[in-house]
């Protein structure tokens, strides 16, 4: 028997009360029983984004929201400047190009954060973009990007709205949505919201609702207008059908999600990231990010060792799944993640994973170091007793 562990930044873990309610008999998607789910959803929703403004869930992965946000809020021919600093990043830009969008991409080594100064100069050179577009955790690089200040920027401009794929942020860090003064926040399913992939939710400000009522791109299906109008209180369902299993575990995992208390939830999720960098480093991997996310860490094997290799031997000899790199990364790096359903000894599990992989590559380092490293901060997840 080898006993498998899910330890990468997406799809994540599923909780077993979440995959049990989930397992329940099917029930019908027009009926008062399940509106009644779906309006107490929407309004977990709410508090988890942190806004008086409608959340709305589609039947789709995230990159359907991303498509969604620029399919409703701009024009064939709208400038769009772009944050481009990871594989996701890239996204972006591709989708706007895809629908006539004139497309300003700011590209930063993966890595490394957008610098703030980089977006106001490039909103001052293009006064007439109407959004700037980015990550607010980039997963392939593990990295996250200044969305509190970009947003500071784009709110002195009229017409311009700061749209965030918040995919591997949101339940992670703390972000606000009304505070900050997001236009739009961008979810899915498979990360932190601890559930298999296929649902997405995103949520528009008023000024974002103001620039769709403006857009001339034909939509249908990813139409937001129409779903708001339908998922509105007193409707409390879908324009087409929803993903009715998904919500349902949704609702659990929201509740687990409040029942913790999202300053608590925040604050694992910090501890768990410092855990993980510390382990890392202890083991004389160097992290690919000088801005490193909250939700995933990333560290490059050690000289001499295919990253390639490593991961798929974690995965299939030890039942281990890591994440390992993309594009320029491939075979350089291991992504770990730290983000939804995991805690501390899901963490000493991925250090001790590790560590046991690099000894049968036959690196050469200190046995322990990693675990011990991690645990240093881990402690502080327990209260000390007397």
Not at 124 to 144: F, Y
Not at 156 to 161: L, R
Not at 315 to 324: I, K, L, N, P, S
Request: charged residues 20%; contains cysteine.
């Amino acid at each position: 028997m080898l006993k498998k562990y899910l330890l990468s930044p997406g799809p994540t873990a599923v909780p077993e009360n979440v995959l049990l309610r989930m397992a329940q008999p099917m029930i019908h998607h027009r009926t008062p029983q399940f509106s009644a789910i779906f309006a107490e959803t929407k309004g977990m929703l709410e508090t988890l984004f942190q806004t008086k403004n409608d959340v709305l869930t589609l039947a789709s992965s995230g990159t359907g929201a991303m498509e969604a946000a620029i399919l409703n809020l701009y024009s064939e021919g709208d400038t769009i400047i772009t944050v481009n600093g990871g594989k996701f990043g890239e996204r972006w830009g591709k989708i706007g190009r895809e629908y006539g969008l004139n497309v300003v991409e700011l590209t930063v080594d993966w890595g490394q954060a957008i610098p703030v100064a980089s977006v106001e100069a490039a909103l001052k050179a293009n006064p007439e973009a109407k959004g700037v577009l980015l990550q607010a955790s980039d997963t392939s690089t593990t990295t996250e990007h200044p969305v509190r200040e970009i947003a500071q920027l784009t709110a002195q401009y009229d017409d311009c709205t700061i749209v965030v794929d918040a995919i591997t942020a949101l339940g992670v860090i703390d972000m606000p949505m009304d505070d900050w003064g997001l236009d739009v926040v961008i979810s899915g399913s498979q990360k932190a919201l601890m559930l298999p992939p296929g649902l997405a939710v995103i949520s528009l400000s008023d000024k974002a609702w103001d620039q769709v009522s403006r857009s001339t791109t034909k939509k249908f299906y990813f139409d937001l207008s129409t779903e708001q109008k339908n998922q509105k209180s007193g409707k409390d369902t879908t324009a087409w059908t929803p993903a009715v299993s998904l919500i349902i575990g949704l609702n659990e995992v929201l509740t687990m999600m409040l029942d913790e208390g999202l300053e608590a939830m925040f604050a694992r999720h910090t501890l768990l990231a410092e855990a993980t960098r510390a382990g890392v480093q202890a083991l004389g991997m160097k992290l690919i990010s000088s801005a490193p996310a909250t939700s995933a860490t990333g560290a490059y094997v050690p000289e001499g060792v295919d990253g390639a290799a490593f991961v798929k031997y974690l995965r299939d000899d030890m039942g281990v799944t890591f994440a390992g790199g993309q594009d320029d990364l491939k075979g350089k790096i291991l992504r770990i993640a730290h983000l939804g359903y995991y805690d501390v000894f899901d963490i000493v599990t991925a250090m001790s994973a590790i560590e046991i992989a690099l000894n049968r590559f036959g690196h050469n380092f200190s046995m322990g170091a990693g675990v011990a490293a991690a645990q240093q901060v881990l402690v502080n997840r327990f209260p000390a007793q007397s």
